[in-house]
T-cell receptor, first 113, second 117 residues
Framework: SQQGEEDPQALSIQEGENATMNCSYK?????LQWYRQNSGRGLVHLIL?????REKHSGRLRVTLDTSKKSSSLLITASRAADTASYFC?????????????FGQGTELSVKP | GAVVSQHPSWVICKSGTSVKIECRSL??????MFWYRQFPKQSLMLMAT?????????EQGVEKDKFLINHASLTLSTLTVTSAHPEDSSFYIC?????????????FGSGTQLSVL
């Protein structure tokens, strides 16, 4: 079953603007991950943040995690048209699930040139 | 980086036929692979966890006799959709973890678009 909810479901911005996507989850987690999916393709891992971390950066990506609110956000700064894709958060539960991830509903990002 | 190859990319078949999808880890051994299903503009739904040398673990609501999973080696898992029907049409994606039992990132295949006529 899905445990992640993301908002917004769709986001349209201009190139150069920042894009923020949010993810909420229900159960305790080991870590939370963000993935990107181009239309009709597989997913690409972007960043992983562990339950004891609050913020993480990778290039133009910034991820925050608030375990008290069971929520995370992904910020893409200075967006580019090539960032157009769907973005999913995924949670790894605290007990050993052999790497099993539960995905959120996703945010469809459109960056207009 | 780790590469997961999924084949075929797309397949069209007649209702009642069976379709096999392969998922290979090309440069690492994957003791565990995962199979997901995705409908248009929706999230990935985990179907089953494929374990090398043992039976797959299916998620609730997934018919194990309908979706046969075989993980015969550390680099290959297959998903067979048996007696496919139009409602089985979907995008199927496999993934693998390098860490096996640890909760680390997954590497995904490029997906298979199945269309059942």
């Amino acid at each position: 079953s899905q445990q992640g909810e993301e908002d917004p479901q769709a986001l349209s911005i201009q190139e150069g603007e920042n894009a923020t996507m949010n993810c909420s989850y229900k159960t305790s987690i080991n870590n939370l991950q963000w993935y990107r999916q181009n239309s009709g393709r597989g997913l690409v891992h972007l960043i992983l943040i562990r339950s004891n971390e609050r913020e993480k950066h990778s290039g133009r990506l910034r991820v925050t995690l608030d375990t008290s609110k069971k929520s995370s956000s992904l910020l893409i700064t200075a967006s580019r048209a090539a960032d157009t894709a769907s973005y999913f958060c995924a949670t790894a539960l605290t007990y050993n699930q052999g790497g099993k991830l539960i995905f959120g509903q996703g945010t469809e990002l459109s960056v207009k040139p | 980086g780790a590469v997961v190859s999924q084949h075929p990319s797309w397949v069209i078949c007649k209702s009642g036929t069976s379709v096999k999808i392969e998922c290979r880890s090309l440069d690492f051994q994957a003791t565990t692979m995962f199979w997901y299903r995705q409908f248009p503009k929706q999230s990935l739904m985990l179907m089953a966890t494929s374990n090398e040398g043992s039976k797959a673990t299916y998620e609730q609501g997934v018919e194990k006799d309908k979706f046969l999973i075989n993980h015969a080696s550390l680099t290959l898992s297959t998903l067979t959709v048996t007696s496919a029907h139009p409602e089985d049409s979907s995008f199927y994606i496999c993934s693998a973890s390098r860490g096996g039992a640890t909760n680390e990132k997954l590497f995904f295949g490029s997906g298979t678009q199945l269309s059942v006529l």
